[in-house]
């Protein structure tokens, strides 16, 4: 089994990709948000705890999303892997990820960064704007401070992977078809 983590900045193309990489390979696509909004919906005991933080404004303790995400897990273990999308986002969460995938006898095999200038990023946001529907997708200010805070929380997991031997930077910039090839160039040695 393998478990890949793939992370980018917003407008990376991770959902995009984490698509045509879970059909290629068997994996079981594992993207938080859309974790928390099955459970939410569904109102599990964890949804439930995490819609109270939410509705407090408050950010979701790591702990509860760890337990969706092992439940995920769990539920899908009839598989090649996993693709991590959104998860970990910071030094804490990567811990507790490896500490995790270590009592079910795994571990992270990659951690696969979609990188692109902040610049063409921002410009493929604001086209996806123009039909997600999300409001953060339409406002160059809040896409540059979500960039901001991915600098500070998410951007160390870099040195964290390349310490362990484990991060593998692709370009993202490109046709779909030539950075999905990319990653699985990269994929493909594991």
């Known amino acids: ?23 290629k390979y068997n994996l079981t696509h594992i993207s938080t948000g859309d974790v928390f909004r099955f459970n939410i919906k569904n109102e599990t005991e964890l949804g439930k705890k995490a819609q109270e ?19 995920e897990v769990s539920k899908n ?19 507790a990820l490896d500490a995790f995938l270590q009592s079910i006898n795994l571990e992270v095999t990659a951690t696969v960064g979609l990188e692109a200038d902040d610049d ?26 979500r960039y901001e805070e991915y600098n500070e929380k998410t951007a160390p997991l870099i ?20 950075i999905t090839e990319r990653l699985s160039a990269v994929i493909d040695r594991f």
């Open 1 to 23: 089994m393998i478990a890949i983590v793939l992370f980018g900045k917003p407008g990376a193309g991770k959902g995009t990709q984490a698509e045509f990489l879970k059909e």
């Open 53 to 71: 933080f939410i509705n407090k404004g408050e950010l979701v303790p790591d702990e509860i999303t760890i337990d969706m995400l092992k439940n």
């Open 77 to 95: 273990m009839d598989k090649a892997g996993f693709l991590f999308d959104g998860f970990p986002r910071t030094i804490a969460q990567a811990e």
């Open 120 to 145: 063409v990023l921002v410009a493929r946001i604001l086209e996806r704007g123009k039909t997600s529907g999300r409001a953060d997708d339409q406002d160059e200010t809040k896409i540059r401070t």
């Open 159 to 178: 040195e964290y992977y390349t310490n362990k031997n484990k991060y593998h930077a692709v370009n993202g910039i490109g046709s779909i078809q030539e």
